[in-house]
């Protein structure tokens, strides 16, 4: 069946260190990929995408993600984190099935930023 | 303007109730959403609408009931809550329903709590 695993529940980093949240992915087919983030009290806003080409992708607020087929991972990266970038995390994989496309989740990564 | 805005932000009510959570979207998309976030932050769809048409039905209970008047809204009753119903519903829309590409935008969350 196809999923969506985030290892990390919870990370803490310090302010303007590296980020890496992980995110593995069981999928048959080629895989639409995406990163989401969840502000305290808010709904999700898309961080970015991966559809073909590249597989570095470029997203919104400093975030990149590579993905790497052999492991089958889509892992997300900040080289420096900002106290507003608190908040949680969410790894999707597209399903194309029967016509219509569904996100199905990870169980989300909490990140918190210590000064 | 709010893209796509769910209400009541906050909904407390009693065991056998009935409610509605409202949302409407105003990007002119032509699918919209309903997801259901546990307390675990697990997110996952319920329904999906295409013009007005449902598409997606995950399994939930026939007491959640979704309804579309037309394209920019899609409200969800339920009828006689129970404890487990207690989350954030989150709305969403996207431009088509079979479009990999087309990016989901999530309302701000309703969080229903039964008593």
């Known amino acids: 069946a196809q999923s969506v695993t985030q290892p990390d529940i919870h990370i803490t980093v310090s302010e303007g260190a590296s980020l890496e949240l992980r995110c593995n992915y069981s999928y048959g087919a080629t895989p639409y990929l995406f990163w989401y983030v969840q502000s305290p009290g808010q709904g999700l806003q898309l961080l970015l995408k991966y559809f073909s080409g590249d597989t570095l992708v470029q997203g919104i607020k400093g975030f990149e993600a590579e993905f790497k087929r052999s492991q089958s991972s889509f892992n997300l990266r900040k080289p420096s984190v900002h106290w507003s970038d608190a908040a949680e995390y969410f790894c999707a994989v597209d399903l194309f099935s029967g016509g219509y496309n569904k996100l199905i989740f990870g169980a989300g990564t909490r990140l918190a930023v210590h000064p | 303007d709010t893209a796509v805005s769910q209400t009541p932000k906050y909904l407390v009510t009693q065991m056998g109730n009935d409610k509605s959570i409202k949302c409407e979207q105003n990007l002119g998309h032509d699918t919209m959403y309903w997801y259901k976030q546990d307390s675990k932050k697990f997110l996952k769809i319920m329904f999906s609408y295409n013009n007005k048409e449902l598409i997606i039905n995950e399994t939930v209970p026939n007491r959640f009931s979704p309804k579309s008047p037309d394209k920019a809204h899609l409200n969800l009753h339920i009828n006689s809550l129970e404890l487990g119903d207690s989350a954030v519903y989150f709305c969403?829309?996207?431009?088509?329903?079979?479009?990999?590409?087309?990016?989901?935008?999530f309302g701000p969350g309703t969080r229903l709590t039964v008593l």
């Open positions: 969403a829309s996207s431009q088509d329903l079979d479009a990999t590409e087309d990016e989901q935008f």
